[in-house]
Each structure stands twice: as C-alpha cells, then as structure tokens.
C-alpha cells in the first residue's frame, strides 16, 4: 500500500484538485458538512455545510440518423478506408484524420419566446451503437447531441471514508428539476426537426435513435435518462457566495470562509454553471486566482453596452 505524504506550508494551500477531488480533500480534513464528516468518524475542524453541494454538469443526450448519399466517420474509419484514409492523411495531410468529431456547434432556444439561448447542440457526421458515444456503428450516421446551458439541478460530492484512495460518491442528479427536463425536451424536438429539413433531406435516411417508436414527452424522457451521458463539466462543489449565504465555501478572493490561508482555485468555485463549455471559465479562475495570490490590483471593469 502506498505511503501518504505529509507536508506543512509555511504561506498558503491553493487546492486545485477539481470538482470531485477538491471538496473530498476538504471533507477528509474536517471542513464540510458536520452531519456527514460525524457519520464518517472524521474530526469536524470546520463545519462548512456547502462543501460537496451544488454539483451540476452538462447532460448531453444524442439522437442518431441513418445517412444516404454521403460517406460518414463510421466506415471511412474502418478496414481499408481507414488504411486509404491514413495514406491520405500521410500524402495530403487531408481526409478523416484530420477532423475531430463534433464538426458543427451552436446555441439556440429550447422556447423561441426566450430571450436568451438555453442549448448547446452539436453536429458530428458519425454515430454510436445505442446513441451511447463509445463504439461507432457500421453502416453510415450522423449525430445531433443537444443539452440544456444552466441545469437547475444539482447533485453532490461525498466522501465514502475517511481513506483518500477511496472514491468519493458523485451524484449530479441529471434532469430532477422539470425545467431541466422541459429545456431538453425542447432541445431534443428541435434536434429531430433538423434532421427532417430541407438542407439534410438528401441524405436523411432515417431517425435510428430514438426511433419512430419514441414519440411521447415521456418516452424522450426515459430515452434522455437511458442513453444521456455527462459532459464531463463538472462544478460548482465549492462554490463562491458571500460569508451570509450557508451554501458558500470561498469568498470573492477564493479564500475557504473562516479560515486562513486556503483557497480552492478550480471548477469547483463556480457558483453556476457557465453558458458553455467550462474549461475556458476555469482557464480565467486560475489566471485570476494567480492575480489575487500575486497581490496584483484588477483591471478596471468593462462598460458593456
Ligand atoms: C474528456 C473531457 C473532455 C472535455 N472537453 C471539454 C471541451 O471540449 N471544452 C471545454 O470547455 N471543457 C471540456 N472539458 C472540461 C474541462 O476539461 C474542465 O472543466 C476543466 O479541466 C476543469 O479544470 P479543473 O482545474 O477544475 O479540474 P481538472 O482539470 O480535473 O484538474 C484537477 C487536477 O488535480 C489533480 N488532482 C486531483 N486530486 C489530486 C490529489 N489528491 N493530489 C494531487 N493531484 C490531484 C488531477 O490529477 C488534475 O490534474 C472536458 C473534460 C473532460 C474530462
């Protein structure tokens, strides 16, 4: 069994172990939530009930067509396509080797009264057996994902033991709130739409996921809580709130609430999700975080408008 080092800073911990790893790390050394730091016989040297809180991710979920009329990455990267295709690529620098899959993003409304977007959806001329993004099917495919921008629903980190090399349980709760489950119904009607307009009609052959068979809100439901996948963007465990707000971990300099000389500077901080993806959002908590650590005063704010 591996040992467990130990080191004494002598200025400040930044913890940026990301949206799992940070709040269990805080949780195993007694800042969290006293009720399950006492069910875990962990010593609670800082009860901050937010810590693990307010997990949210994206939920993508993927419809699937049948493709005519057009070669797609489900057969050009097998056998000797593929082999055509690396000799392409070796000559030309051209062909499927060069693409990464999603070829095609946008936002949109999930309700066209709505001011502002509230999906993300996603284009990539492939498909996955089951709707399920692993194995590629075999004939040819296209794939229209789509999922909400703001979930309001959010799960929670907790440590199983007091042990770090024991996970953590992860639960994000996928669509519990029904606006969730209403922006993704929106957003998964419109993604059938597209595939039957005018401009994909040449090589449109048929919806092969969630199929003719999936018609009811509650069936594209079920479908959506089958074969939905995360985004792998995570946050919001940590999240940034005011001393007065209970569900706070870091205030507005990423400094652990009561405490001196912690801050948390990943995902985890983000009191909500982003619009979009969040790596670029976490890019700019670390580029700021190394201001605030380094003393350098902000940039003054930009007027918008
Ligand atoms: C497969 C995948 C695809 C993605 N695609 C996109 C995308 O296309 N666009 C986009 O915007 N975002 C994307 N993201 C999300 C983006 O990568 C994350 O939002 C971002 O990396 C979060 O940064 P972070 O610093 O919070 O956490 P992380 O990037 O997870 O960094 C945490 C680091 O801490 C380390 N760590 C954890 N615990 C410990 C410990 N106990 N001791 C030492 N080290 C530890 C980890 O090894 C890791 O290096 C993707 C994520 C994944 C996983």
Not at 29 to 44: D, M, R
Request: negative net charge.
């Amino acid at each position: 069994m591996a040992s467990i080092k130990r080191s004494t800073p002598t200025k400040e911990i930044i913890l940026s172990g990301g949206t799992f790893n940070s709040p269990q790390l805080l949780q195993l050394s007694g800042i969290g939530p006293g009720p399950l730091l006492q069910e875990l016989g962990i010593a609670v040297r800082h009860e901050l009930a937010g810590v693990g809180e307010n997990l949210r991710d994206h939920y993508p979920v993927r419809m699937a067509a049948r493709v005519k009329n057009a070669s797609t990455i489900n057969e050009l990267s097998r056998g000797l396509q593929l082999a055509w295709e690396i000799i392409k690529y070796c000559v030309t620098r051209k062909g499927i080797l060069t693409l990464q899959p999603t070829l095609v993003a946008c936002f949109w409304k999930s309700d066209e009264s709505l001011e502002f977007g509230d999906l993300q959806m996603t284009f990539t001329p492939a498909s996955y057996a089951e709707g399920v993004q692993s194995e590629l099917e075999q004939y040819p495919g296209m794939t229209i994902a789509v999922w909400q921008q703001r979930p309001e629903s959010s799960g929670y980190v907790r440590a199983k033991s007091p042990d770090p090399r024991h996970k953590p349980a992860i639960q994000p709760n996928y669509l519990a709130d029904e606006i969730d489950q209403r922006v993704l119904l929106g957003g998964m009607k419109l993604g059938r739409r597209l595939f039957r307009t005018d401009a994909l009609a040449p090589y449109f052959e048929e919806e092969t996921s969630p199929g003719a068979d999936c018609q009811s809100d509650e069936q594209l439901l079920t479908y959506a809580r089958e074969r939905g996948t995360t985004a792998f963007h995570p946050m919001g465990t940590c999240r940034m709130g005011p001393s007065t707000d209970p569900s706070a971990v870091v205030d507005a300099e990423l400094k652990v609430h009561g405490l001196e000389g912690l801050r948390v500077a990943d995902a985890s901080i983000m009191p909500t999700m982003p619009s979009a993806n969040t790596n670029a959002s976490t890019l700019m908590i670390g580029e700021k975080a190394s201001d605030l650590i380094r003393g350098r005063t902000a940039l003054p704010a930009v007027e918008l408008g």
